[in-house]
């Protein structure tokens, strides 16, 4: 068995004929918990698309379990076990929350969804009371909780999750990232990418940052969690009060 779950080599990749991610080279080791981190822009979004097979590469490869999945449809590379979570959530807002998980596993047998569905409810215990909610209605966690127990639906090997903690509470972002130390250790291997840089450093085990489509650098996010410059750059930088001239 590789290693690596999930490898990108020299992956080159943008929009029409804007270039974003310039030569990325990224392993997902089996088991590891990575984050990708880094500013508005740089990249972070693209680069899980890429994974996914949302956008075309231009060069480099794309291997999961040693496989290269570069012309692989999302269909098919989601049901070789990538689970997505992407920005902003991307739920039904009109359908329940039964229903979107649903959506996460719609070729599977009824059986096998319902049970998949009770599981995560256990996961999840917050979602179990509201199940036949409209997801409209839901509060921002409990829309990214959805997010993640649909993108987990499927049995993935492999959850990619695109900035969990955008919009939420400190105390919600650690519920939630709570429940994630708890998949991970139970064997799922996570790539996260956020812009909150303190939350995806407590959490991954390895840490790339992410600076204009460039992996800049690479490194223990234990390491990392040290740096004054790193948190000044990324975990954002409270400045000295002025000193009022008399
Ligand atoms: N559909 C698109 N068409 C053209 N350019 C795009 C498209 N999506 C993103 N871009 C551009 O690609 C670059 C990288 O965007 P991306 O969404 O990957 O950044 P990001 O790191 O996820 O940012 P954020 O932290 O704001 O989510 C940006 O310059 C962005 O404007
Ligand atoms: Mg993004």
Sequence with gaps: MPADLLHLEAVCAGYGKVPVLHDVTVSIPRGDAVAAIGANGVGKTTLLRVIMGQIPITA????????????LPTSRRARLGIGYAPEGRALFPMMTVRENLEIGAYHATAARRAARAGWLFEVFPKLAPLRGRLCALLSGGEQQMVAIARALMNEPKLLLLDEPSTGLAPRVVGELYEALTHLHADGLTVFVVEQNARAALR?????????????????????MLDERMLAEAYLGHVPEPPVNAP
């Design 203 to 223: 959490f991954a085990r390895t840490v790339h940052v992410v600076e204009d489509g460039r992996i800049a650098r690479s490194g223990l996010a234990s390491e």
């Design 60 to 71: 480099g490869d794309v291997l999961f379990d040693d496989v290269s999945i570069r012309e």
